[in-house]
C-alpha cells in the first residue's frame, strides 16, 4: 500500500506549539525531522547545547520541591488524569507517532495503550511501592526500623526513537509519582512524540515547570545532563548504554539501562504449531522489527521444522506492508537510513556466507522509501552478522534443534538476555524451560505482550541488555533513596560504664545466638 494522506497530520499551527516546549536559552540551530513514511520534512526543533541543558535542569530542580510536598494521593490522581487525557487523544496521538516513527497504526495503539497501563498501575500501586515501611529491627522490643523512600530530585531520561510515545513517558510517570522532577531528551528523529505527551502531563496537572524538554544531539546532550541531574534512565543500544554508563560513573550518579536484545523463541515438539506461528510471526514484525523484544532468532525442534517453516514462510508472504494513518497495514517503515543500511547489510552478509532467504529480503520503495519485506532466512551460518548482532528491523533466523537442551544452549549463545519465548502444550514444561533462558523475561506460548503489560513485574535485561529494570516495585524504587531510621528504646546500644570489652563482647556473642535461635523458631520472632 503506497503512502497516502500522510504528511498533513502536523499542522503549522501545532508544530509551533510544540516547539515551544523545548527549554533553550538562545536561538540553536535547527534540527530537522522527517516523516518515515514519505521522507517529508515534518518539521524541525532546536539542537540544544549543555546551557539548555542547564537551565532545563534548574528548572525542573526549583519545582521539585513543591511537588514532593503534595500528597503521593494528589499525584498519583494526576497520573490518572494523563491516562484519561493520553485515550481521549488518541487518535491525534497515533497520528503523531505514525508520523514521525513510520510504524503501523497498530503498532502505535500498542504504545499508546502501554502508556495508560503504566499511568494507571503506578497511580494505583506506586504510593504503596514508596510509602515509609516499619522492618526488622536490630534488637527486638529495643529496636524499631522504618524505611522511607524520597525522591532523588531530578531524573534525566534519554530515550530512543521506535517507541516514540511510550519510552518518553512511561518511565517517567513513576519517577513523577515518586516525587521528581524530570529533564526527557527524546531521540533526534522523534521528539513531537514526546513534546505532546509532556503537554498532555500538564493538562493532567503536572507542574509546568516540573517536566523539561531537551532536543537535539545526544553525543552533545548526554554529559552535561547526566553530569546535572540525580538519576538516568536510558533506552537506547548497547553502544551508547556504555558511554552513558561510564558517564554516569565518572559522576557517581545512579542509572538504569535498558538496551538491545537478540532474542530468541524456541518451539518445543509438542507445540500448537499453528498458534507458535501466529505468535512469532507476529513477535519478529511487530514495529518491522524495530523492537527491542522482538525475535531474531527461532529455533524449532527437528520433528515441527518443515512444518512451522513452511506456515511461518505462508504467514510472513501475508504480511501486508504501508503507508497508511489508518489501521490496516500489518507492517511499517523502518524509521532511517542508518537502520535499513543495516537490514541490508545484514541479510546481504547472511546471503554470502550461504544463507537462504526463505522470502523477502528486499527493499519495497514503492511503499515507501524506507520499507523491507519481512524476511526469513534459514541455514543461517552461527557466524553470520545476523546471528551475532542486533538487527533491528523485519528479519528473522529459523533454525531446527535436535532437542529442549540444544534449543536452551543456542538461545543462551549470546551476549545479550533481553527476552524469549518458548512454545509448547506443556505450561509447566514451557515454565521450567524458561527458568534455564538467560533473559530478564520470558513468555510462555505468547511473544511478549502478556509480558509487557504485566506492569507488576519487573522487565529488564541481563548481561548485555542492561542494567536494572522497569515496571512494578524495581520500576519506582530506583527513583528514590531509601533513608532508615531507627529508634532504640530504654538506653543506646553502647558500651556499659566499667564493664570490660571481652565481658561485653561476650555478652554480645550470647544474645546474638540467643536471637538467631528465636528467629529460627519463629518468622516473627525477633523482628
Ligand atoms: P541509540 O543508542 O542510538 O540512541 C538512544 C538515545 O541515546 C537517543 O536519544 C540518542 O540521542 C542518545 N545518545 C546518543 N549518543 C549519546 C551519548 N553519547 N550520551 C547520551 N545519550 C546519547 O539507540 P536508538 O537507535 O535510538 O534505539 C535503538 C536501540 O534501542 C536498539 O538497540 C534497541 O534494542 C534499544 N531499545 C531497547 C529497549 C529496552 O527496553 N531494552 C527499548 C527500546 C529500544
Redesign the pocket.
Known sequence: MPASNVSSSLSERTRTRLQGGVTHVADRDPLTVRSPFTGEEIGTVPACQSADVAEAVRTARAAQTDWAERPVEERAAVLQRFADEVLDHREELLDLVQLEAGKARLDAHVELLDVVLNADYYAREGPGHVASTRRGGGFPLLTTAVEHHDPVGVVGL??????PLT?AISDMLPALLAGNGAVL????ATPFCALRAVELLVDAGVPEDLVQVVTG???T??EPLISSVDYVT????????R??AS?AGEHLVDASL????KNAAVVLADADVSQAVRGTVHGSYANAGQL?ISFERIFVHEDVYDEFVDRFVDATEALDLGASLAFGPDVGSLVGQHQLDTVEAHVADARERGATVETGGRRREEVGPLFYEPTVLTDLPDDATAACE?T?GPVVSITPVADADEAVERANDTDYG?HASVWTEDADRGEALARRIDAGSVCVNDAYLGMWASTDAPMG?VDD??IGRRHGADGIRKYTESQTVTTQRLHPLVPVDGLPNRVAAAGATLSIRALRRLRRLSPLGGR
Open positions: 534519554v530515550e530512543p526513537w521506535n517507541y519510552l531528551k527524546p531521540a533526534e544531539h545526544g553525543s546532550l548526554g536510558f533506552t537506547g543500544s548497547t553502544e551508547t548504554g558511554t552513558v558517564l535498558e538496551l538491545g536484545g527491542c542486533e533491528f533481553l535485561g541488555s542492561g
